[in-house]
């Protein structure tokens, strides 16, 4: 089983960035894949970012070139670096750890708000 605990979401103008970060229970390294998820209002969920275990790591189109995932094995802690926001970013962004193709651990979710 594994913990994710987000943090770093809150109310940001357009153009200006945030830090999301999702601190995980255990050695991220033994977790296939480390994902950032967002659902925006009356939308669906859908994923931003991704990075695996091997390091390689995964964007939605619409993030490509302003938003890096990142990790920090040490603290067992992965990172999404938003830039450039823009209000359709407003969400609730979530992290999921992918212990495998078919089990999955939710965090509970950090809100980010982006006025324009």
């Known amino acids: 089983q594994v913990q994710l605990v987000e943090s770093g979401g809150g109310l940001v103008q357009t153009g200006g960035s945030l830090k999301l970060s999702c601190a995980a229970s255990?050695?991220?390294?033994?977790?296939?894949?480390l994902v950032w998820y967002r659902q925006g209002p009356g939308k669906q969920r859908e994923l931003v970012a991704s990075i695996f275990n091997s390091g390689s790591t995964n964007y939605a189109d619409s993030v490509k070139g302003r938003f890096t995932i990142s990790r920090d094995n040490a603290k067992n802690t992965v990172y999404l670096q938003m830039n450039s926001l823009k209000p359709e970013d407003t969400a609730v962004y979530y992290c999921?750890?992918?212990?495998?193709?078919?089990?999955?651990?939710w965090g509970q979710g950090t809100q980010v708000t982006v006025s324009s």
């Open positions: 255990r050695n991220i390294l033994s977790i296939w894949r």
């Open positions: 999921k750890a992918d212990v495998s193709g078919v089990l999955g651990y």
